[in-house]
């Protein structure tokens, strides 16, 4: 079965800790996204990628990092520098930034700090 | 910028009953439109979607018609049912949208539903 694979479902961190959460794609997707969302708040973008070894910053990319070494993975750092990092983070992917590309969500990580 | 804009939630309905969830937007572009369903602890689900104006999208009983003339996207469904419950957005890519971005969703800020039987 093709999909999007976050890992872990559900994350507890300390406070001044960095923390990496994983997504894996096997759609054979160019483009990769990293959302935020928070109750009342819709989706954010953290962080995007079109193709390997190419990235960039959304709109709330302070305090995250990513990498994307692989075509077929996206992992996003959450780093000590960000301020409120309790969310649910979602991974994406589509076939190209194309506007009427469809994205396919995985299904969540949910990290919360102590 | 770009933005999308939904009716504030909760919305509850009764089982059988007509669903509408207003959507209206703004774009410097001719965007693409789409709305997704997100169930409890899930991701999102792509639930239909329209590229030019006067589509209508349709999926699993909902549809949506893009209105240029109003800016509107608004999902109907009629007649919902308990399985229906969930949070919907509302989202646009508009291939004018500025820094590049272009294939980048915007989204609202959902719509929770829930159905009682």
């Known amino acids: 079965d093709g999909g999007i694979t976050q890992s872990p479902k559900y994350l507890f961190r300390k406070e001044g800790q960095n923390v990496t959460l994983s997504c894996e794609q096997n759609?054979?997707?160019?483009?990769m996204y990293w959302y935020r969302q928070d109750p009342g708040q819709g989706l954010r973008l953290i962080y995007y990628?079109?193709?390997?070894?190419?990235?960039q910053k959304g709109d709330i990319a302070e305090g995250y990092s990513v990498s994307r070494e692989k075509k077929e993975s996206f992992p996003l750092t959450v780093t000590s520098a960000q301020k409120n990092p309790t969310a649910f983070y979602l991974c994406?992917?589509?076939?190209?930034?194309?506007?009427?590309?469809?994205?396919?969500f995985g299904p969540g990580t949910r990290l919360t700090v102590l | 910028g770009d933005s999308v804009t939904q009716m504030e939630g909760p919305v509850t309905l009764s089982e059988e009953a007509f669903l509408t969830i207003n959507c209206t937007y703004t774009?410097?572009?001719?965007?693409?439109l789409f709305w997704y369903v997100q169930y409890p602890g899930e991701g999102l689900q792509l639930l239909l979607k329209?590229?030019?104006?006067?589509d209508k999208g349709s999926n699993k009983g909902f549809e949506a018609t893009y209105r240029k003339e109003t800016t509107s996207f608004h999902l109907e469904k009629g007649s919902v049912q308990v399985s229906d419950s969930a949070v919907y957005f509302c989202?646009?890519?508009?291939?004018?949208?500025?820094?590049?971005?272009?294939?980048?969703?915007?989204f609202g800020k959902g719509t929770k539903l829930s159905v009682k039987p």
């Open positions: 990628s079109q193709i390997v070894n190419d990235f």
């Open positions: 994406a992917s589509s076939m190209g930034l194309v506007i009427y590309n469809e994205q396919f």
């Open positions: 989202a646009l890519s508009d291939p004018l949208e500025s820094g590049g971005s272009q294939g980048n969703l915007i």
């Open positions: 774009a410097t572009g001719y965007p693409s």
């Open positions: 329209a590229t030019k104006a006067d």
């Open positions: 759609l054979n997707h160019d483009a």
